[in-house]
């Protein structure tokens, strides 16, 4: 686990130049310092996040991620680059490390994947995906091509149980789950790579738009 400009991976310098232009690394919007790093190899894959098992497609001395995060009062945010690979969220690691969130994401480039869940596969393979996953699931998320992603953790107790359980973990497509992907991403870019200062009150409306794509009938009564 390397700076993210320490070493070079596999994948392209060029596509990683490509994609910190347009993630924005170099046009900052605040002073507040982002997370990053950058995952390689074996030794990359093996000691991946506590929270998560990554298991790279092909060999996994060709594993390649470049990551920026960062957790605001409410909500956590992640961006990154990926290599063709499997992460799961296991029933061991759920056991062993307890995450109290509700993953949101999105994949910023069309993508070939799927997301593993209760016995079911759901394709992501389409422009602006928005998917909402309990980290207290199990679940997987495959990338079968190199992948962009964008996510915001937000707080499990913020999210109604219920919604939750009778949406998909892949949100159907309608123009509002495409429009909060591109919400997502943007909200993501600007927070984990950009530096933004956001306050309370945005991190609210973040969450409040996010919740409402699981059921669009309850976001309408509550506004009433």
């Known amino acids: 686990m390397t700076e993210p400009d320490d070493l070079p991976g596999s994948l392209d310098?060029?596509?990683?130049?490509?994609w910190h232009h347009r993630v924005g690394k170099t046009n900052q919007l605040g002073g507040n310092r982002s997370r990053r790093l950058h995952r390689q190899g074996i030794s990359g894959a093996e000691n991946y996040m506590p929270t998560f098992t990554l298991d790279p497609d092909g060999d996994p001395a060709d594993f390649d991620e470049y990551l920026f995060w960062r957790p605001l009062s409410l909500v956590v945010t992640y961006v990154l680059l990926r290599t063709p690979a499997t992460m799961s969220?296991?029933?061991a690691r759920i056991t062993e490390r307890h995450s109290p969130y509700v993953l949101f994401?999105?994949?910023?480039?069309?993508?070939?994947?799927?997301?593993?869940?209760?016995?079911r596969e759901h394709s992501y393979t389409?422009?602006?995906?928005l998917a909402a996953l309990s980290m207290s699931q199990p679940f997987s998320?495959?990338?079968?091509?190199?992948?962009?992603?964008?996510?915001?953790?937000?707080?499990?107790?913020?999210?109604d149980p219920d919604d939750l359980a009778a949406s998909d973990p892949v949100i159907p497509d309608s123009p509002l789950s495409r429009a909060t992907a591109v919400f997502l991403r943007n909200f993501a870019h600007d927070v984990a790579v950009r530096g933004a200062d956001v306050d309370v009150d945005t991190e609210m409306a973040a969450i409040d738009l996010?919740?409402?794509?699981?059921?669009?009938?309850?976001?309408r009564t509550a506004s009433a």
Do not use: K
């Open 13 to 18: 310098s060029q596509r990683v130049h490509d």
């Open 89 to 91: 969220r296991t029933s």
């Open 141 to 159: 998320v495959t990338n079968d091509s190199v992948a962009e992603f964008s996510s915001v953790w937000v707080p499990a107790e913020m999210v």
């Open 210 to 219: 996010l919740r409402s794509t699981l059921n669009p009938h309850r976001a």
């Open 126 to 129: 389409r422009p602006n995906p």
């Open 105 to 119: 994401g999105t994949a910023d480039t069309l993508v070939h994947g799927h997301v593993i869940t209760g016995g």
